[in-house]
């Protein structure tokens, strides 16, 4: 078995499903096989498969000041509704609970932001830091540099946006589009 030393994020994509089949973790789609998690690709050569070997454990419960990963769902002027990916955090094992993960409008940037959708999408993955956490509501916060989007989808051919400047770009489609990025956006960092 070989393993890759990337961090890949769901939708990844791994190799063409011509070389390796699609194993645990893993999905083949249009000819690719992709990722289904976080995690690092492990090709079994004798097998001709290729499975992922997730970066998160099973979990605890998140506390005020963990930092955690979550995919971007619904969007609304105000709020942003944040489904929790579980992840290591510190020398603890964290996961989300049921209760409704949201970012207000008013805790993704320390500058003014009029609407979250100027700043955030459905499907971004983003790293979030844990203001308040009850068995009902989990608040987020998007301040600060090491927070915000670290990966962003195009929003007209979901392509994955590259950052050039202040700006994320479509090499598919040449769409422009903004967003409160992460420092390290797109460098295949989880955590801090």
Known sequence: MTEDSKILFPGDFIVDEELFLPGEGTYAEN??????????AVKDMK????????????????KRGD??????GRVRENVAFIDLIPTIVGTHRVTPTDASAVVRVSDIKNSFVKSVSDELQAGDIVRVKIMEATKYNVSLTLKGPDLGVIKAFCSKCRHPLDKKGDWLVCEQCNCKEKRKMANDYRQGRLKE
């Open 31 to 40: 000819g690719k096989v992709l990722a289904a998690g976080f995690g690092i």
């Open 47 to 62: 097998k001709r498969e290729v499975k992922l070997k997730s970066s998160v454990l099973i979990p605890i419960n998140y």
């Open 67 to 72: 930092l955690a990963i979550g995919i971007v």
